[in-house]
């Protein structure tokens, strides 16, 4: 069975990038169509991820540089992390993260550095994940393809029964149609009719026997259009194999098995790219070492089975931006090679401390209150030292010159002790 989402999906932040994808990929389309003649889904995914990798070089290579820099500053974070190592209590604690942070501000370089491109791909992911489930919802030249179809549909008496029956019989039981207006009856239609495993375009065809020609021309476009390498990239691997299965064409079968098959392996390919820019002889027993080493096994598995059940097209999308990334990896490790790091370890110091102006934060003003000699502040003055200080005061005082402010301020002196007494 094949589950359908009727039209657009709903979300607040995956619902818009989702339509902004469409919008591209509604443009790829065209181009390929106008200048080149081709229509086909696959293909505008392929183009639309080169776009956004290439739109996102700059994060990557960013990131490159964090990887680098880690690398460098990660036996001052080790000799933190041992020296507070059996230390609990909370004191500790935040005497420890203040020392990590002050390496991290030394070196110019953010505990986020590595997670800005992963917040940013995955909700495109998720986002592109909807779009394939749906194209013609989010595609409209797509749309248009079905538009001839859906109007000759409606206008067969008691077509809300017959697509019901259509629905039932081609193995999508359980999807509701909505014929609440125009517009949602025609793009309720639609999304069956994309939707429509290779045997439900036969089905269409028996319950709407007067309507073959456009059926079949319709049922041909769309075929064209969602084609790659004989795979229908609407459908999942694991429809795909259990459709093929069941009609024994094994050579689907391979097909739909080889899409989870190459994710993983472009996964592993990237993964092991990416390694040789690190340093490989960081400590094994340190915990950032050891979680890294678990995330690049865990990553390429997650690909393998999550590729499985979303549709193709999704893992194209997840095929093609790996191989884009190690193709930008290999470029990146030939420069990362050349990288003068002191250079970039100044540069980036100096742009923390004009971040650290803008915010307030002086460092001459924290440099000299760290030289207040706080002992000579708390130090109490013993009574024979006031004295001292008393008699050293009236003794200068009667030096003071005739006219001058010292000589008013003595007989200012001398009436206030006059009246008082």
């Not at 990557?60 to 000799?79: C, D, G, H, V, W």
């Not at 999807?175 to 495993?197: E, G, K, M, Q, R």
């Not at 009574?383 to 006219?403: D, L, N, P, V």
Request: charged share 20%; hydrophobic share 40%; with cysteine.
């Amino acid at each position: 069975m094949i589950e359908i989402i009727l039209t657009q999906y709903p979300g607040k932040i995956i619902g818009p990038i989702a339509r902004l994808i469409g919008t591209i990929m509604n443009g790829l389309y065209m181009f390929l169509n106008n200048v080149f003649g081709i229509q086909n889904i696959a293909l505008c995914i392929i183009l639309f991820t080169i776009i956004i990798y290439l739109l996102m070089t700059p994060l990557t290579y960013k990131q490159q540089k964090f990887s680098r820099l880690t690398q460098e500053m990660q036996p001052e974070i080790n000799a933190i992390r041992e020296k507070y190592k059996n230390k609990k209590d909370q004191a500790s604690m935040q005497k420890m993260n203040e020392e990590t942070q002050l390496v991290y501000e030394k070196y110019g370089v953010s505990t986020m550095g590595s997670c800005v491109q992963l917040l940013i791909n995955f909700p495109i992911f998720i986002a592109m994940y909807q779009v394939v489930r749906n194209v013609p919802a989010y595609v409209s030249s797509v749309k248009d393809v079905f538009i001839p179809l859906v109007d000759k549909i409606v206008n067969v008496d008691g077509f809300q029964k017959v697509m019901e029956t259509v629905i039932k019989d081609s193995g999508t039981a359980g999807v509701s149609l909505n014929f609440d207006t125009a517009t949602t009856t025609s793009n309720s239609i639609i999304d069956v009719l994309y939707a429509l495993p290779s045997h439900g375009w036969d089905v269409l065809r028996d319950n709407f026997s007067g309507l073959t020609d456009v059926i079949s021309s319709t049922e041909a476009t769309v075929s064209h259009l969602n084609n790659l390498f004989t795979i229908n990239i609407a459908n999942s691997p694991m429809n795909l194999i259990s459709s093929g299965w069941k009609s024994k064409d094994f050579v689907l079968i391979i097909g739909a098995l080889l899409v989870p098959l190459i994710s993983y392996l472009t996964q592993v390919l990237n993964i092991k790219l990416m390694s040789t820019n690190t340093n490989n002889s960081a400590n094994e027993n340190d915990a950032m070492a050891r979680q890294m080493k678990t995330m690049n096994t865990m990553m390429p598995l997650f690909s393998l089975i999550m590729v499985f059940s979303v549709p193709v097209g999704a893992g194209i999308y997840w095929i093609a931006g790996s191989v884009i990334r190690s193709i930008q990896q290999v470029v990146l490790n030939h420069h990362m090679k050349n990288l003068d790091l002191e250079v970039i370890i100044e540069k980036n110091k100096e742009k923390a401390k004009k971040k650290k102006e803008k915010q307030g934060i002086r460092e001459n003003q924290i440099t000299n209150a760290a030289r207040i000699n706080t002992r000579k502040i708390a130090e109490p003055v013993s009574t024979e030292e006031k004295e001292q200080k008393i008699r050293q005061t009236s003794e200068y005082a009667k030096m003071a010159r005739k006219g001058s402010l010292l000589e008013k301020a003595n007989m200012v002196k001398d009436f206030n002790e006059r009246n008082n007494k």
